[in-house]
């Protein structure tokens, strides 16, 4: 280790041995202080504050034992060398109880003892001096870091707020039929979203939405997508008459599609759409890479809904097919994210799949059931977003 001109104090009553150290310790790079007593050695060491200290132990006046106490009250970092031509072993333990950094026994033979001594007492004291910089750095970063998770939770609080205020009523009647739904964000914020909307007294369409990734970006993107939704229906008039509904499907999809991939929001999303007759009691609906599938709940069965396409935001120029399926009385229409899967017991995707549909089948429709049914109160730290969309039709 270079030495440098590392300031050391020498405190010895013994000429001879005093001016020795002094002498080596300077040809070795370092800086001396010395002094004859503890009382004139304590009064350097406050005014000029040496790195090391080496005391002898039996000195008149003030001892190397009081010496050590003074330094430690003084500066607890500094490291203090006890020298002693008396190897009584109590007064080894009692100054190494005391903190010293090292006992000598003198006449000091070999002077690269002490050399050595002295070094490694100096890197102590700069590892010490280190971890107690590194300590407060740590200290001034964690509440930096604090600060900003303050902020950041605030600001997805206030998110929070406004994905909450874009989501529809979470109960929806419609003459026969009601719609309601649930989204559990994994975090502050949600991938998920589900929306819904009239056209006239015939149709209303709603749609349920998993976007790519998780948190702020994710919950941006749905949105976005609740406002262009809305504006690509208001352009094109979708669902009023003018066209077949699968054109209006396709229509709709094709052009969400093609402005999420012009407004490069790095996202894609999967999604079910559907648009129920209210007239022919008839759900038509379209599928862009979701999973799982809606469920078809009816007094006589249970069963998954036919259906695929590719998600939206990856490719452009896309077509999407329409679905049909009849809506009897008491039969009820179930959609899900993807995040119900990961909360399954099952590992396999198809044993998931099986294990939702025979929870489905063993309870009521409505979403107090579905609740109840897969526990959905008891979901706590959930590894993904979870949204679910319950429409049922009343009658027997």
């Given at each position: 280790?270079?030495?440098?001109?590392?300031?050391?104090?020498?405190?010895?009553?013994?000429?001879?041995?005093?001016?020795?150290?002094?002498?080596?310790?300077?040809?070795?790079?370092?800086?001396?202080?010395?002094?004859?007593?503890?009382?004139?050695?304590?009064?350097?060491?406050?005014?000029?504050?040496?790195?090391?200290?080496?005391?002898?132990?039996?000195?008149?006046?003030?001892?190397?034992?009081?010496?050590?106490e003074q330094v430690h009250q003084l500066s607890p970092e500094t490291p203090v060398i006890v020298m002693s031509g008396v190897g009584v072993m109590g007064d080894v333990v009692k100054a190494l109880r005391l903190g010293a950094s090292d006992f000598l026994i003198k006449p000091l033979v070999d002077m690269e003892v002490l050399v050595h001594a002295v070094e490694k007492s100096l890197e102590r004291r700069d590892l010490l001096a280190q971890n107690l910089q590194y300590r407060d750095e740590l200290e001034a970063a964690n509440s930096e870091l604090k600060d900003h998770l303050r902020t950041l939770q605030k600001d997805q609080e206030a998110g929070r707020r406004v994905q909450q205020?874009?989501?529809?009523?979470?109960?929806?009647?419609?003459?026969?039929?009601?719609?309601?739904?649930?989204?559990?964000?994994?975090?502050?914020?949600?991938?998920?979203?589900?929306?819904?909307?009239?056209?006239?007294?015939?149709?209303?369409?709603?749609?349920?939405?998993d976007v790519s990734?998780?948190?702020?970006?994710?919950?941006?993107?749905?949105?976005?997508?609740?406002?262009?939704?809305?504006?690509?229906?208001?352009?094109?008039q979708l669902f009023t008459g003018k066209r077949s509904v699968a054109e209006d499907m396709n229509i709709g999809l094709a052009e969400v599609n093609r402005l999420l991939l012009e407004t490069r929001l790095g996202h894609h999303m999967t999604c079910l759409v559907g648009v129920v007759d209210i007239k022919l009691n008839r759900l038509y609906y379209?599928?862009?890479?979701?999973?799982?599938?809606?469920?078809?709940?009816?007094?006589?069965?249970?069963?998954f809904l036919e259906g695929k396409g590719r998600p939206l935001g990856l490719f452009?120029?896309?077509?999407?097919?329409?679905?049909?399926?009849?809506?009897?009385?008491?039969?009820?229409?179930?959609?899900?994210s993807d995040g119900i899967l990961e909360v399954m017991p099952p590992q396999d995707l198809l044993e998931k799949e099986d294990y939702l549909l025979s929870w489905l089948s063993s309870g009521a429709a409505g979403m107090d059931n579905i609740n109840r049914t897969l526990k959905l109160d008891e979901i706590v730290d959930a590894p993904d977003d979870i949204a679910v969309l319950c429409l049922s039709r009343s009658g027997s």
């Open positions: 280790m270079p030495s440098g001109s590392r300031k050391l104090l020498i405190i010895d009553d013994d000429t001879i041995v005093r001016e020795s150290v002094v002498a080596y310790l300077e040809d070795s790079g370092f800086e001396m202080l010395e002094a004859d007593q503890g009382v004139v050695g304590m009064a350097l060491f406050q005014q000029h504050s040496p790195e090391v200290v080496l005391t002898d132990l039996r000195m008149p006046s003030m001892d190397g034992l009081q010496v050590l205020q874009l989501l529809p009523p979470k109960k929806v009647t419609k003459g026969e039929y009601c719609l309601e739904h649930r989204i559990i964000p994994s975090l502050f914020l949600s991938g998920d979203f589900i929306d819904l909307a009239y056209t006239g007294d015939r149709y209303f369409s709603f749609y349920l939405t990734g998780h948190g702020a970006s994710s919950a941006f993107a749905t949105i976005w997508l609740k406002h262009a939704t809305a504006e690509v229906a208001h352009t094109w379209a599928v862009a890479g979701h999973l799982p599938l809606m469920v078809l709940k009816t007094p006589d069965q249970t069963c452009p120029n896309q077509e999407w097919q329409l679905y049909e399926a009849e809506l009897p009385p008491g039969s009820a229409v179930l959609a899900f």
